[in-house]
């Protein structure tokens, strides 16, 4: 709990068209008169550093507040611009300490404006002999007026930790992972600091403070939880379920069972069989902060793989791209026969920890056929364009199912089920997938 100030609340209403000339000195000063007259003081201090103290009158706007020495002529001794600006400065109570916050024996500069509507805001700068005050968000706090629970209402994510806090508007809340089960529960409290949190079955409580930022800082564990929107695990999505970088770029073939399926007319004689996949590089690059990858994903069927159709015959194979972290599916649409890239081109945009990547990419596709020892050859080429400092790219070559009804749903699956997350694609089984990691 931090130390209240002993000083007076100093109401600034009537000052404030004179705030902004203060900060800068006042040119309009009849030579010889007492500034300290013209009522724009709103606070006064002791500033102590390297143990010489100076005394100092304060003034303020709504972006700075400036510290003068207590004399008669105005001579600027130091300020402190606020992180933001304080748009009711005007109608707001001002206090200011320079009371020593972090026990170096120098002093610091604590604000705090109380607004009209009953909430502070509280600044705290600490004083660094080089950079001199410098802001600490960490130590600053919002506070709320009265019990204003719905300030706090919603999800929050602990960072750096598999948790999220539920807090609802009946008082009560709940630690969630993220599968969304529950780990503690209990009741809350709201006060002008913040929040606390009484568990339900230990009894203990916990207080979170709320930041000038609107954050909340767990002082006694050194955590910071943020709001957010839904529930994003820490742990990748490929490795939270289990699916593993089982293929290598530019290291040959890898089987694929299952991997190609046949028929003819509607579904007739539908067959699955094997064949292998490789992917190899035609280009990676660099340049301003975007990485650009070319590289061709090459599918080699076996003759014995199709069987013997006696009319006009399909043959077809799954492949896509996903986000390693989030298990998006970037979504594109099966091509069965010969395309351009301008037929195949898709944007997307990947959320991972408060971070948004944009992934654009195209590709073509072309089938060859009796080529060596393989009956058909398909080779899809990618130009990929990502942000340098993304490295979750993964191409999958997916396993067929084993009946025509789903592999016939899979040509709808972009308008069925775009930017769906992996293990939510009911047509797909992951665990049988061939993955290439494409940004090692």
Known sequence: MKNR???????????ALCLSLAACGNSDDVAGEDWRTTGVIVGSGTITHDSESVDVLVTADPNSA?????????????SVAFPETI???????FQISFDDQNGDGESDVLVSFIHENGDATELIWIWDPVERYVFREDLSTVTVSGSDLSEYVGLWEYQGKNLWLRICDDATWEFVNDQDEVIE??????????????????GDTLQLDRTVSGDLIDSVNGGTLLPVEGIQSQEPYFTRNGLEINAAVERGTFLLEDGVCSYSGLGDGYNTDDCYWEITKNGDYTHDGIR??????????????????SEKYITNTDSELYDFYTGMWLTTATAYGNSQRGDNYYLHTVSWQGNSYLIEFAYSTNWQYNVGDWAQVLTKSYAVYLPEDYDGLVFAAEAQPDNYKDSAKRMQLDSISPEASLMDID???PYRSLYFSLCY
Not at 6 to 13: A, D, E, F, G, N
Not at 66 to 78: H, I, P, S
Not at 87 to 93: C, G, L, N, Q
């Open 66 to 78: 400036a510290f003068y020495r207590d004399q008669e002529e105005q001579v600027l001794f130091d």
């Open 5 to 15: 100030w002993k000083h007076i609340l100093i109401p600034v209403l009537a000052m």
């Open 292 to 309: 650009e990858l070319h590289f061709d994903a090459i599918c080699y069927i076996p003759e014995d793989s199709i069987p013997y159709f």
């Open 427 to 429: 047509t797909v089984d």
């Open 87 to 93: 748009e009711d400065i005007s109608s707001s109570a």
């Open 185 to 202: 529960y209990g009741t809350l409290w709201v006060d002008e600091y913040g929040i606390t949190l009484h568990f339900d079955g230990s």
